[in-house]
């Protein structure tokens, strides 16, 4: 059964945009990256997935239950953190937080709680008045996990933490998956859903335009190739090259774009002298652009 | 729900005793100077026009709970517990939305109605702290100062306070079921309680508009701390601020938390 099963969900503001027809399904014990830019449609549907709003059509059911109807009995099984953790007046400490949302999910052992804060290194004697917004989300993440939940929803996760809380949050999220649970990951960072999640769906003006598994996805996406030579080099000799477009030369520098493996342009590369290689993933934005530009209307 | 609400209280207990102690002060100036002003100030009033005198409820100043009644309780404590009720409730329902706190405790298992009961609870508890305390202070003045204030009486009109209060927050909460502001929830419930004590006003400046003040809960709220509670009118307008509350919480869950 489907952990979460979403049917032509819609959210309208008024006339406008908030998700168009969103159907989805993610599966008991996966990970699932939510891709999107910022304004896509992301939060809006995990809002609407936690009943903070109320779809215009359509409907989503989470763990076999209604989002609408059965709201409270479905957040009791899930953990949430959203984009920026806040909560609270400032000089509420974070231990009084989680005593709160511990007391909310009638639980009286804050040990587990406390474990996650120590592993996060979130400071649960201080106000959350004087925390930073990536120790907030320390907080929010241990607020999230403490009840062992079957479904963790996370929006934007990584915002605000340093690198190292970042390589932290994406441990967690991996034996999450490996407990069994179901982790339903929003983010617009590619590498970062890209190590943790099984698949991904992508979300572009309100609409799901696209569902894959993330090796599918990579495999379609394209790298931007920079090789700097000695000499000058003919740029046609790489344009005529199976997967290469967009070439570009200047003097001895050649930028192009390169789908699938590079095997043909390293070795058309090498029959010159090569002084610099740069290989760079693009962005999200560039593989919409350049996966879906095809699929659009 | 009490998780909630017990926090709350606890979250406010700074703001709480701070109002506490200001409505205690004043209590504790009038009854202080109560005992210098007792026989002056019943000559004054003599010479006010009598629909002034009727239009403010006073009809004499020959006691200190009339003259509480004149001073404190005919509107500038209703005022500052309206303001208080209404942005209590505004605060902890649209003014967690706008700060997305409202997003994190409605993550757990906690259906929107529990929110707005606990809400109303901690205010309930509040409340009651504060016209506790304020109606302490006062007595003990007036027994150090000699003014020799009823404590029924006394007790009585501090307590009539909280159906008016509450009322206010019924207000802010139907509101709340309409706007997503909590400036604009906390304006529009005083705003509210203002225009119903100038309906009340004019309707006693003028007996040929004396139904307008069916309109106005201050008919109701009368004047305890001379005549004592009406028990009729003290339930009808706690029954009041319950039937505005509840239909707020019905808008509310039927609204988004945008």
Request: hydrophobic share 50%; aromatic share 6%.
């Amino acid at each position: 059964m489907a952990v979460i099963e979403t049917e032509a969900l819609t959210k309208r503001y008024g006339g406008a945009r908030g998700i168009e027809e969103v159907t989805l399904s993610v599966a008991r014990g996966e990970v699932f990256g939510f891709l999107g830019p910022n304004g896509a449609g992301k939060t809006t549907t995990i809002r609407t997935l936690l009943d903070l709003l109320h779809p215009t059509s359509g409907s989503a059911r989470l763990f076999g239950l209604d989002s609408r109807r059965d709201s409270v009995a479905i957040r009791a099984r899930l953990g949430n953190l959203p984009g920026d953790f806040s909560y609270g007046p400032p000089a509420l400490t974070g231990r009084a937080l989680l005593e709160l949302f511990a007391r909310l999910r009638g639980m009286e052992d804050l040990s587990t709680a406390e474990a996650l804060a120590e592993r996060f290194r979130a400071d649960l004697d201080r106000p959350l008045g004087q925390l930073s917004r990536g120790n907030r989300q320390k907080l929010g993440l241990a607020q999230a996990l403490f009840h062992e939940p079957e479904l963790l929803i996370l929006d934007e996760p990584t915002s605000g933490l340093d690198p190292l809380m970042q390589e932290e949050f994406l441990r967690v999220v991996a034996e999450q998956r490996d407990a069994g649970r179901t982790v339903f990951l929003s983010s617009h960072d590619l590498s970062e859903v890209e190590r943790v999640c099984d698949r991904v769906g992508i979300i572009r003006d309100g609409r799901l335009v696209a569902v894959e598994r993330i090796a599918d996805l990579l495999g379609k996406s394209y790298r931007k190739v920079a090789l700097r030579f000695a000499e000058t080099v003919d740029p046609a000799e790489l344009a005529r090259l199976p997967g290469v477009s967009e070439v570009a030369a200047t003097d001895g520098l050649i930028e192009f774009r390169a789908a699938g493996d590079l095997d043909a342009i390293v070795k058309a590369a090498a029959r010159h002298t090569v002084v610099d290689v740069t290989v760079s993933r693009p962005t999200l934005e560039e593989i919409f652009v350049a996966y879906y530009s095809e699929s659009s209307p | 729900m009490t998780a909630i609400a017990a926090r709350a209280v606890g979250d406010r207990a700074r703001s709480l005793t701070i109002w506490a102690l200001s409505i205690g002060a004043m209590g504790v100036l009038f009854m202080a100077i109560w005992p210098s002003v007792e026989g002056a100030i019943g000559t004054a009033i003599d010479a006010y026009p009598e629909s002034l005198k009727q239009a403010f409820g006073i009809t004499d100043l020959s006691t200190p709970e009339q003259y509480l009644s004149a001073e404190l309780m005919s509107l500038i404590l209703p005022l500052a517990l309206a303001i208080f009720a209404a942005r209590a409730v505004a605060n902890a329902i649209d003014g967690a939305q706008e700060r997305g706190h409202l997003d994190v405790l409605l993550s757990a298992p906690v259906s929107r109605r529990e929110v707005v009961a606990a809400t109303f609870a901690a205010l309930a508890v509040q409340l009651v702290a504060i016209l506790a305390v304020s109606w302490l202070l006062t007595y003990l003045a007036s027994l150090v100062a000699g003014a020799g204030l009823s404590l029924g009486l006394s007790l009585a009109g501090f307590a009539n306070l909280l159906p008016l209060s509450l009322l206010a927050a019924g207000i802010a909460m139907l509101v709340t079921g309409l706007a997503q502001r909590a400036g604009a929830v906390t304006g529009i419930a005083v705003g509210a309680v203002v225009a119903m004590y100038v309906l009340d006003l004019v309707g006693r400046l003028d007996t040929s508009l004396d139904w307008v003040r069916y309109g106005s809960a201050f008919k109701y709220y009368g004047a305890a701390i001379e005549d004592g509670i009406d028990p009729l009118a003290f339930t009808g307008v706690l029954a009041a601020a319950a039937v505005l509350a509840i239909a707020g919480t019905l808008l509310f869950e039927r609204r988004d938390i945008a």
